[in-house]
């Protein structure tokens, strides 16, 4: 396996990346509206989050009871055909919005989140791990922040482009229609089936152990592993959580009261803060680059990142102060904890607490950018849980994966919990509950400090443990 074959790879799956984080996104942009259309409270409107991440638990577990009686499913069909597979059920989710539109039904919808949710488990089941092979182990955060960097590019600009399309161009002049839906999905579902033909085309290396499988759940022998599935659980959960709430919290009057047009640039801003901080974070957790020269880069890259997103919301400059002040905040996070995944984690952890107690407990300007700024220090997050989870697991890795991608559970319990809260006790003081999510993050980060070594970004557990 040479380099260029592996940057080929690289480029190739980056474009998956980016896909999957833009239909993600979706979700936050069609939730206000299908809350509207079918009258429905904060804790039924989160359904659509529990089918879609609830499919990522079940997706998960029937893989990782396969693995645990008849061995690595991957490790048999390969890395590239689960991709593929993967790919194939997301297109599916995504057509199945046809009919649910047409027939205007709240649980046909819910299904295809469902379905579009079993294929994104298979992706992620495959495609993480796979970026994580394609080089030294030492590097392999750095290399998951870059994807998950054009992943956080698909999710900062659905917002805008995909809000566009479903609510002006297909819309039927109401402000909400379930026929909306019908046309970008398909198209969605295109896209899809042209990336699978692409990457069927293209040669990607393949990794498969030599080693025989070993009965039983030799992935949960780890203690990194089974803290980093609760890591992934909260981190999950908190993330969706705070963009599904996102708009209808700005449209709150401890806000500024902002309109639903308005409020989505705020939630391009939440996406778009998660994709500097991860191409800060490739950079980093790059132990290739000396310090001197790694600064450099990330001023001059979260500079011209920032004047993309600039170009893309429909915000005057004088109105992102705070979010510049952040992104200064973000690049001294990086360098204090330099270039060290556990320790960038807690850091990165204690101050998303901090921005979430300013939010509930405090209104106007400094309520509105405290919880928009919680994007960029969730940059890293799950690339760091994700390649410390799974460090050193050798055959039991994709295994592994799947216990982690299970955990992604969180972005299907997490949302309705907050939901019931904000039912009962209000909006704003529901944000508590992602706080805590961050709480046991901040522990995770802490217990891989003093556990692994960490030769580079992610190394081997230490001795004795």
Known sequence: MNNSSNRTSLATLTSLF??????????????????????????????????????????????????????DPINRIGYKNGILTGLFIAAVGCALFYPAAALSQYGLFLSA???????????????????????????????LNLVQAFNSFGTTIAPI??????????????????????????????????????????????????????????????????????????????????????????EHSDTGGFTEAVAKNFLSLYWGGAMIGRFLGAISLNDALPQKKKMVYMILVATAIFLLIYSIVDLRFGQL???????????????????AAAKTLSLFAAINIILLLITVFTKGQYALWSVVGIGLFNSIMWSNIFTLAISGLGKYTSQGSSLLVMAILGGALIPPLQGSLADTIGIKYSFLVPAVCYLYILYFGYFCSLNLKEAGPAGSLRSGH
Request: hydrophobic share 55%; with cysteine.
């Open 18 to 71: 980016f896909m999957w984080g833009f239909i993600t996104c979706m979700n936050d942009i069609l939730i206000p509206h299908l809350k509207e259309l079918f009258e429905l409270s904060y804790l039924e409107a989160m359904l659509v989050q529990f089918c879609f991440f609830g499919a990522y638990f079940a997706g998960s577990l029937v893989y990782f009871l396969i693995s645990w009686f008849k061995g």
């Open 113 to 143: 989140f469902f379905i579009l949710g079993l294929g994104f488990t298979l992706l992620q089941i495959t495609a993480n791990p796979y970026v994580s092979l394609l080089g030294p182990e030492s590097s392999a955060s750095s290399r």
């Open 161 to 250: 482009v995909g809000g566009y399309l479903i609510f002006q161009v297909f819309s039927d002049g109401s402000r909400m229609s379930a026929q909306a839906t019908k046309l970008p999905y398909l198209v969605f579902a295109g896209i899809f089936i042209l990336l699978m033909l692409v990457i069927y085309k293209v040669k990607l290396p393949s990794f498969k152990s030599d080693e025989e499988s070993v009965d039983g759940l030799g992935a949960l022998r780890f203690p990194q592993l089974k803290r980093g599935a609760f890591g992934i659980f909260f981190y999950v959960g908190a993330e969706v959580t705070i963009g599904s709430f996102m708009i209808s919290y700005l």
């Open 321 to 339: 102060q705070y979010f510049i002040l952040f992104i200064v905040i973000n690049l001294l996070g990086f360098y204090f904890a330099k270039s």
